[in-house]
T-cell receptor
Framework: TQLLEQSPQFLSIQEGENLTVYCNSS?????LQWYRQEPGEGPVLLVT?????EVKKLKRLTFQFGDARKDSSLHITAAQPGDTGLYLC??????????FGQGTTLQVKP | GAVVSQHPSRVICKSGTSVKIECRSL??????MFWYRQFPKKSLMLMAT?????????EQGVEKDKFLINHASLTLSTLTVTSAHPEDSSFYIC????????????FGPGTRLTVL
């Protein structure tokens, strides 16, 4: 059972376009983490959101945690080819385990 | 962020042999580490939770006798794939659970295992 639904799973856009990735769940998480992974490498933590309604910005990336701490979104403004990669959301349980979404493969064409 | 290393980064072995993968937290102590498996262009699949000084906890469907995990110190966990077969070929990634209360995990660079 996939407890964290991530969409879209594949996205191919032109440089300069905006995009949003969504993660939705019926479960409440203690925190939610976003990772970016490049081929052949491990995931790299981008941000952790903890408080319901929280918004965090990382340059052109904006992360939002839903008020009920069940969903989150990642918005990228003016995407660049360097943004290409696999984006993963992961909800944290109090046990320390992470529940991963299916991942979003993003391709930004020059 | 915290740094986790994995060794080896790539390994090719013959069917029937055993392979050991090391996961080290370099600048923090990880009482809990996790082992994941990842298929091409897919998300991470949790295999087991490794706790320092105690037995690992395996996810449903993961054979504990096939994937031996040892967490002998606060900075080292090892995964041994025993009697490897071609279907065990995959990308194996470990992570360390950092302190701080947010349950953040920091991942190693992964190990590409190819079983011939």
């Amino acid at each position: 059972t996939q407890l964290l639904e991530q969409s879209p799973q594949f996205l191919s856009i032109q440089e300069g376009e905006n995009l949003t990735v969504y993660c939705n769940s019926s479960s409440v998480f203690s925190s939610l983490q976003w990772y970016r992974q490049e081929p052949g490498e491990g995931p790299v933590l981008l941000v952790t959101v903890v408080t319901g309604g929280e918004v965090k910005k990382l340059k052109r990336l904006t992360f939002q945690f839903g008020d009920a701490r069940k969903d989150s979104s990642l918005h990228i403004t003016a995407a660049q080819p360097g943004d290409t990669g696999l984006y993963l959301c992961a909800g944290a349980r109090n046990t320390g385990k992470l529940i991963f979404g299916q991942g979003t493969t993003l391709q930004v064409k020059p | 962020g915290a740094v986790v290393s994995q060794h080896p980064s790539r390994v090719i072995c013959k069917s029937g042999t055993s392979v050991k993968i090391e996961c080290r937290s370099l600048d923090f102590q990880a009482t809990t580490m996790f082992w994941y498996r990842q298929f091409p262009k897919k998300s991470l699949m949790l295999m087991a939770t490794s706790n320092e000084g105690s037995k690992a906890t395996y996810e449903q469907g993961v054979e504990k006798d096939k994937f031996l995990i040892n967490h002998a110190s606060l900075t080292l966990s090892t995964l041994t794939v025993t009697s490897a077969h071609p279907e065990d070929s995959s990308f194996y990634i470990c992570s360390g659970l950092a302190g701080g209360g947010y349950n953040e995990q920091f991942f190693g660079p992964g190990t590409r295992l190819t079983v011939l």
